[in-house]
């Protein structure tokens, strides 16, 4: 039986770090919202970034379901900030008889500022082609965050490796 992985994590967490590692341990195709949007936008969504995102998720979930169902293992990094998306998704994919493991990247304060600053050093640097988190960008994706449950999340990693 194949598994159906959703990683959960705020905004620089780990979350496509620790993805990237558990699709070559298990097999997996990987399904990010970011390299998607980054593709078609190169991360110049603007002010319809949640409707782009949202778009692109739903097209992930389908797509998902195509893929599980050939009986491949899938890993979807997009973030569920906020309990609501959780929700969301369990609620499609049992509507698919599908349920989904959660895993979950904890990041301690300080080595997420550390990832922050790592990761707008490489967009710097020419490294990464991603989008520059400042201040404003954290606090307003900050406000969106909603740290899971413990009974939502069946695999909680904390990131030590930012």
């Not at 558990?22 to 949007?37: M, N, P, Q, R, T």
């Not at 969106?144 to 909680?156: A, H, S």
């Amino acid at each position: 039986m194949p598994k159906l992985i959703l990683v959960c994590g705020k905004i620089c967490s780990g979350k496509t770090t620790y993805t990237k590692k558990l699709i070559k341990e298990i097999k997996a195709v990987h399904l990010s919202v970011d390299e998607i949007s980054m593709s078609i936008y190169g991360g110049q969504v603007g002010s319809t970034h949640a409707q782009v995102v949202e778009k692109i998720i739903h097209y992930l979930f389908n797509k998902s379901i195509e893929i599980y169902n050939t009986g491949f293992n899938v890993v979807i990094d997009t973030g569920f900030w906020q309990k609501a998306d959780r929700n969301e998704a369990n609620e499609f994919y049992k509507n698919h008889n599908i349920i989904p493991e959660w895993h979950y990247i904890d990041v301690p304060d300080e080595m997420w500022q550390k990832g922050i600053r790592k990761r707008n050093n490489d967009i710097k640097i020419g490294r990464t082609v991603d989008c520059v988190i400042d201040d404003n960008t954290m606090k307003m994706f900050l406000s969106f965050w909603e740290t899971p449950n413990k009974d939502e999340i069946d695999v909680w990693i904390i990131n030590d490796w930012c």
